[in-house]
């Protein structure tokens, strides 16, 4: 059987960063190719290729064995491919059959939208995928799963020829997500060609008749599912060379500063308990999804816990703002450090005292001598590259700005600094200065919280490792057991190894 859509070669580059290099994909009809990877292997690049988001800088797509381009999301769309996210981009205040027929709906002879016609093409097509919905409900009121359904019925309609269901079951039901395989048997003897990605290896192995593994944004292999195992498919995810050095630590943990007990989230976590000492470096892996990051903001008072106890050096602490978070001594660096971490229009000065005001006003002015001065003395540790400090912080690279951020925060001289993936999307020359600063903060007596998708990072600077799944702990990993095929067997529910 020949494939449908077929990729060879696709490279595509983003200042500083190399997402997918001269990869392959096959898609053919009636199966389901499962691709398989960590975070940052090229997933989502690939699939923003597929759908005309991106263009690749090189490489070819073939369709049917024609050579095709995808210029915009229309173009791939029109050409039969579409794709449906964990997040429906859909319209809450349309009606199932506006948002399935949005665009191409059928017309009467005076070119007007032929309503009665739109409902009744909406009903067969939901039928035809065994939906059970009312194409005038509003879709705001309905659920994930219905919206889902949604989705794929809008699909059809556009009569796709390749669906690409990128983490459908994330928040799903039991019930729901077996309504989901069914659905995709359906479209399977329709004789879609299906792209289904998850970090899910039960979904993978229930669903899938074929496989692609993606590793740092390289091809790695492909097969069916039926000649591989979950331990071979957890090999090629992971079995990489690490080719970067780690500062050397003489690792020496004090008493504990961060004691988290039964912490939990009405719908991002559960039970969440953990201790972090002086001096640790304490890693949290996790696939997509895990509640990680959710975790670290609520620490950091962004969000709101329903239940669970904060005890810094012992003694409770009720964090309900990011400034009661702050005066505890708890400090967050968000991976999103361009929305969420710097003020762009800022110069880098102002960025890095902004949260230390009180320490260099006099009187209840602001005093731009030490303003200056502390923002030097911290910028300079993290080896801060500038032309100056009074230049707007927008201008910066990704990995100084990450800088900038990590100085601000340490200028307010926590006990416990979060930093949420610290060098994604930097150079490794960034990398490695980050990296040997954290291990300098270490060194000094911080006690310091890593959340990275990044297997070498989390095995090369943590002291232990936590593995997060679905929103819980499932796994503390420490000495021989810090090895990659242990963290991902845990973060994709797998049972340990015999």
Known sequence: MKPVLCLRGISKSFPGVKALSGVDLDLYPGEVTALIGENGAGKSTIVKVLTGIYQPDEGTIEFDGQPVRFPSAD???????????QETVLFDDLSVAENIWLGHAPRTRWGLIDRMEMRKAAARLLESIGATLNPDARLGDLGIASRHMVAIARALSIEARVVVL????????????????????????QGKAILFISHKFDEIFRIADRYTVFRDGQFVGSGKMTDVTEGQLVQMMVGRSVDQIFP?????????????????????????????????????YGLVGAGRSEVMQALFGITKPSKGAVR??????????????VAAGIVYVPEDRGRQGTVKGLPIFQNVTLPSLGAVSRGGFLRMSEEFALARSYTQRLDLRAAALDQDVGLLSGGNQQKVVI??????????????????GIDIGSKAAVHAFMAELAAQGLAVIMVSSEIPEVLGMSDRVIVMREGRIVDEVEGDRMTPETLVRAAAGLAAAA
């Open 75 to 85: 173009a791939a769309a029109k050409a039969g491919v579409t794709a449906i996210h």
């Open 166 to 189: 990128d983490e459908p079951t994330a928040a799903l039901s039991h019930q729901e997500i077996h309504e989901l395989y069914e659905l995709v048997e359906k479209l399977k003897a």
């Open 248 to 284: 050397a630590r003489t690792r020496q943990t004090g008493e504990p500063v961060l004691t988290v007990a039964g912490y939990s989230h009405p719908t991002e976590f559960a039970d969440i308990g953990f201790t972090l000492h002086r001096g640790e470096i304490l890693g949290f």
């Open 312 to 325: 810094i050096e012992g003694q409770i602490r009720v964090i309900r703002s990011t400034t009661e978070a």
């Open 407 to 424: 100085a601000k925060w340490l200028a307010t001289k926590p006990r416990v600094i979060i930093l949420d993936e610290p060098t994604k």
